[in-house]
């Protein structure tokens, strides 16, 4: 980092408590903030599936704490929280906490709970809080994983200057300059591009750029660049920290198919800015930490700086969270009441919590130990995360890694790096973990998981996890990069470049020659979107597409809500909004079927046969097959319905690592008769789905492609007969 150590917690230090005396103040001047309890993703997976991700441990303190004490020194009073999954746990941790507003030792005014039932988005939360009318003004608007010790002084009395000079400034973003080296906490894999007028501190425009696009600069309207100067910058280190006014909500609420802070709204309002009328702003700051722990990757990089002290004084000795002990030894060492460490043992830079045991002979590195957790002799741990009340057995090996709450490793186990062991999962002695494992005892859904003794050893509890979305997503879709522990592209097929942040003059002028960028009006192989992978949300083109139909689907299929009539026109928006393909549109309607018929087999569900699970799916709700016939296979042309029957093929064999494959199998086979019977799929297309050779790939889709030998055989005899029939009436004429 750039700034020394002596500078980097002073601008915390400026900070204020607010108190509960801001009743002689006037309305206006009370500020207000929203917090964001639900990002709506999968990155903390498998331990979000049981914990929300605010109450996640980051050296060893509840994310959410940071957040609040944040608020807190910046003289916030008043808290809404907009809680999605798991809204009970969060609930309850603040009701128990000195933040519930019953508390004598709250700092807030009042701290009041939101629940959305049928939010799918951040975007969904802010017009909801727009219909409110509970914000009076001003207000901060936050996530519950950020981490930061900057004073909001300066940027708030610029926000409102700004305001005061003119009521269309709406919005300021605090962002910290990092600088154009390597740095912890910038954004792998994603790269924000600012286009800001520096005289002004306006944001002219807003651009991701990732790893996976084959062009790495951002498109400018030439009108942006008039009368004013302008910079490009890529080094600023986006926590999401924003100074809104309410017309920040008009606006979410203008435009429903806003979904995500940066990638959408962001985007769209700078883009629209000439027909919206507003501005926004930007504070950069040198001084101060400020970080969001948005995936694994940040979680790590943010738990380093804890450890270093850059994020002063919220550090481990400083115990400025209630119930913490923490001394700091002269090994980089802090250290609670009540740890024991048996001779011989050695530990360097890292944090050891209450009442933890390690054995004799044991040695552990830039690690942070939980509370009450019991690590045996000649133990080896680095880089690596073990939380509250973790069992290590002797001889074990734990290399960056993250073992969860009452997890157990081993005697002489061995976890490899980027391995993620959830709550209460048993690995048996001497068992080898491989890199980036992740095991639960939870499915994706939170049901329980089959026991896989291959997995955690014969005496061992838990079992892979998988999300079937995850098996979906694209190879370049830029979300799988934040969806481990550890950032690596070694195994990806792209190219690693600087990135340039202005196109060529030619393509500001009328010269149809020069260099052409994806734009709305200028679409190209890869779509306009396809550019966005946000950080706060991951990828729209695709995750968001593909997560929001399919579920939109499940939904109308499992009668819990809406009509295939209702769904077209929802499913439709959906499209429009995130540019989605018909290869995107037509793998989102088959994954939701094949989802709902895998559901249909299951016991809970009736546990029907394949045939029966087949035949429910696509006729037992009005405008099923219709719905699959106009929107999955589109214009019947045979080359579409071979597309469409590869869709579900991948579908099926993505559900084969659930389920056997030959249950999968039977599945697609029934699918496809089902299919063919009610005339969405006729002989050809499914006769030419099975001589396509990409259906013919070695593994699951082999597997589940077998079991539909005997339909095509009784579709290829059927068809034998039927030119025979006709040679016979010709004969007869």
């Given at each position: 980092m750039s700034q020394n150590k002596a500078a980097r917690g002073g601008a915390a230090l400026k900070g204020k408590k607010s108190s509960k005396s801001g009743a002689e103040e006037k309305r206006e001047d009370v500020l207000q903030a929203v917090l964001i309890a639900d990002s709506f993703q999968t990155r903390f997976e498998p331990f979000s599936v049981e914990k929300p991700r605010c109450l996640l441990p980051l050296a060893n303190t509840p994310l959410i704490e940071y957040t609040l004490e944040f608020l807190a020194m910046n003289g916030v009073q008043e808290v809404f929280i907009y809680c999605g999954a798991h809204h009970e746990q969060i609930e309850r941790y603040v009701h128990d906490s000195r933040w519930s507003p019953t508390s004598r030792s709250c700092p807030f005014s009042s701290l009041d709970f939101i629940r959305v039932a049928d939010a799918r988005s951040i975007g969904d939360f802010l017009r909801d809080l727009d219909k409110r009318n509970i914000i009076e003004g001003d207000f901060l608007l936050v996530h519950g994983d950020l981490v930061s010790n900057i004073s909001l002084d300066g940027a708030l009395a610029a926000h409102r200057a700004r305001r005061e000079a003119n009521r269309d400034s709406c919005m300021t973003m605090v962002l910290r300059e990092a600088?154009?080296?390597?740095?912890?906490?910038?954004?792998?894999?994603?790269?924000?591009?600012?286009?800001?007028?520096?005289?002004?501190?306006?944001?002219?425009?807003?651009?991701?750029?990732?790893?996976?696009?084959?062009?790495?600069?951002?498109?400018?309207?030439?009108?942006?660049?008039?009368?004013?100067?302008?910079?490009?910058?890529?080094?600023?280190?986006?926590?999401?920290?924003?100074?809104?006014t309410p017309d920040v909500l008009a606006l979410w609420s203008e435009s429903f198919d806003y979904e995500l802070p940066r990638a959408n709204f962001l985007h769209g309002v700078l883009k629209d800015w000439e027909l919206n009328g507003k501005m926004i702003h930007t504070e950069i700051v040198n001084e101060g930490y400020s970080a969001r722990a948005r995936n694994l990757q940040m979680y790590?990089?943010?738990?380093?700086?804890?450890?270093?002290?850059?994020?002063?004084?919220?550090?481990?000795?400083?115990?400025?969270?209630?119930?913490?002990?923490?001394?700091?030894?002269?090994?980089?060492?802090?250290?609670?009441?009540?740890?024991?460490?048996?001779?011989?043992?050695?530990?360097?830079?890292?944090?050891?919590?209450?009442?933890?045991?390690?054995?004799?002979?044991?040695?552990?590195?830039?690690?942070?130990?939980?509370?009450?957790?019991?690590?045996?002799?000649?133990?080896?741990?680095?880089?690596?995360?073990?939380?509250?009340?973790?069992?290590?057995?002797?001889?074990?090996?734990?290399?960056?890694?993250?073992?969860?709450?009452?997890?157990?490793?081993?005697?002489?186990?061995?976890?490899?790096?980027?391995?993620?062991?959830?709550?209460?999962?048993?690995?048996?002695?001497?068992?080898?973990?491989?890199?980036?494992?992740?095991?639960?005892?939870?499915?994706?859904?939170?049901?329980?998981?089959?026991?896989?003794?291959?997995?955690?050893?014969?005496?061992?509890?838990?079992?892979?996890?998988?999300?079937?979305?995850?098996?979906?997503?694209?190879?370049?879709?830029?979300?799988?990069?934040?969806?481990?522990?550890?950032?690596?592209?070694?195994?990806?097929?792209?190219?690693?470049?600087?990135?340039?942040?202005?196109?060529?003059?030619?393509?500001?002028?009328?010269?149809?020659?020069?260099?052409?960028?994806?734009?709305?009006?200028?679409?190209?192989?890869?779509?306009?979107?396809?550019?966005?992978?946000?950080?706060?949300?991951?990828?729209?083109?695709?995750?968001?597409?593909?997560?929001?139909?399919?579920?939109?689907?499940?939904?109308?299929?499992?009668?819990?809500?809406?009509?295939?009539?209702?769904?077209?026109?929802?499913?439709?928006?959906?499209?429009?909004?995130?540019?989605?393909?018909?290869?995107?549109?037509?793998?989102?309607?088959a994954t939701a079927f094949v989802r709902r018929a895998v559901e249909l087999t299951n016991a809970e569900n009736g546990g029907l046969e394949p045939a029966k699970a087949a035949k429910q799916v696509l006729t037992s709700q009005e405008g099923a097959s219709e719905f699959v016939s106009d929107v999955g296979v589109g214009d019947h042309s045979v080359a579409e319905q071979i597309e469409f029957a590869l869709a579900v093929q991948k579908a099926c064999a993505s559900s084969a690592k659930i389920v056997e494959v030959t249950k999968a199998g039977n599945l697609l086979a029934a699918i496809l008769q089902q299919m063919y019977d009610l005339d969405i799929l006729e002989e050809e297309g499914i006769l030419g789905w099975w001589e396509d050779e990409r259906g013919k790939e070695d593994g699951l889709l082999a597997g589940v492609r077998e079991k539909c030998h005997a339909l095509v055989e009784w579709l290829e005899n059927a068809d034998e007969e039927s030119e025979e029939d006709d040679d016979e009436d010709d004969d007869d004429e």
């Open positions: 600088g154009d080296e390597e740095h912890n906490t910038k954004t792998k894999g994603i790269t924000p591009a600012f286009i800001i007028d520096p005289n002004a501190k306006r944001c002219l425009h807003y651009e991701e750029i990732h790893p996976f696009q084959t062009d790495r600069y951002v498109t400018l309207d030439p009108a942006i660049l008039e009368h004013r100067e302008a910079e490009a910058r890529t080094d600023l280190i986006d926590a999401e920290i924003d100074i809104c790590d990089a943010i738990s380093r700086d804890i450890l270093s002290g850059w994020t002063y004084p919220f550090t481990p000795e400083c115990n400025i969270f209630p119930g913490q002990t923490y001394r700091l030894r002269n090994d980089g060492v802090h250290q609670e009441d009540g740890v024991e460490v048996a001779p011989g043992s050695e530990v360097l830079d890292s944090i050891l919590g209450k009442d933890t045991h390690i054995g004799a002979e044991s040695r552990i590195s830039n690690s942070v130990i939980g509370r009450s957790c019991k690590i045996g002799s000649n133990v080896q741990i680095v880089d690596s995360f073990i939380w509250d009340g973790a069992t290590i057995y002797d001889g074990a090996v734990v290399e960056h890694s993250i073992v969860a709450e009452r997890g157990v490793v081993g005697k002489k186990a061995y976890v490899h790096e980027g391995s993620l062991v959830s709550y209460g999962v048993h690995l048996s002695d001497e068992i080898d973990v491989r890199p980036a494992t992740m095991l639960s005892l939870f499915s994706y859904n939170g049901q329980p998981a089959s026991p896989q003794p291959e997995s955690v050893g014969s005496g061992g509890k838990g079992a892979l996890f998988r999300n079937p979305e995850d098996d979906e997503a694209d190879h370049d879709d830029p979300s799988t990069l934040q969806k481990s522990l550890i950032y690596a592209l070694d195994d990806l097929d792209i190219e690693v470049s600087s990135v340039s942040t202005l196109e060529d003059d030619d393509y500001l002028s009328d010269d149809e020659s020069g260099p052409i960028s994806p734009t709305a009006s200028q679409p190209t192989s890869r779509s306009r979107l396809s550019s966005f992978a946000s950080d706060d949300s991951g990828a729209p083109s695709f995750s968001s597409f593909h997560s929001d139909a399919v579920h939109g689907l499940l939904d109308v299929l499992r009668g819990t809500s809406g009509n295939f009539e209702s769904e077209k026109l929802e499913f439709m928006s959906l499209r429009l909004a995130n540019n989605a393909s018909d290869g995107a549109m037509r793998r989102a309607v």
